[in-house]
């Protein structure tokens, strides 16, 4: 009497669709990653071009603070720098935290891909408790480290709008 083989057998197609998927897959994948990463340079040089923008307001700022001790007429031009910083300011933000939610979402593409190389390289090896238990401690680990990374990132931003506060009560 012929045994019954109670594990999966996988065939040549399967493999060869399987293998088109994750091709397929990876070539998403590195569109997507091309994407994100020529959005964040763009996102980059414009926070370059809008830092170097803020600090001529400033310097602008300051002559108008001097010149406003000899005219009080010019008032309305100081009123009027001052609005263009806030705008920028409030635009600088906004492009941070975009950039903010890209880097996020390109850690999350990045996890994904770990978890489909996983799963393409050793199919087998899902059958072992060890590694599944492995597996998941180092997923947790990624996401311990993701977190972390981000809260580095808010301190240090943080860190600077404090000293850009303390450096604008100075001047």
């Given at each position: ?136 401690h180092e997923n ?32």
């Amino acid at each position: 009497m012929p045994r019954k083989s109670t594990s999966i057998e996988v065939t040549e197609e399967d493999y060869l669709a399987l293998k088109e998927k994750f091709h397929l897959l990876e070539g998403d994948r590195k569109a997507y990653f091309e994407t994100f990463e020529n959005q964040k340079k763009q996102n980059d040089l414009q926070m370059k071009q809008l830092r170097a923008e803020n600090q001529e307001l400033r310097l602008a700022i300051s002559d108008l603070k001097k010149e406003n001790s000899r005219n009080v007429d010019q008032d309305q031009e100081l009123n009027t720098e001052l609005r263009k910083v806030a705008k920028l300011r409030s635009e600088y933000d906004l492009r941070k935290n975009n950039t903010r939610k890209l880097r996020k979402e390109l850690d999350q593409l990045n996890d994904q891909l770990h978890e489909f190389n996983l799963d393409a390289k050793k199919p087998n090896l899902e059958d072992n408790p060890l590694t599944r238990k492995i597996r998941m401690h180092e997923n947790r680990l990624d996401k311990a480290m993701i977190k972390y990374n981000e809260a580095q990132s808010i301190r240090k931003t943080y860190e600077q709008i404090v000293k850009r506060l303390k450096d604008e009560r100075v001047g």
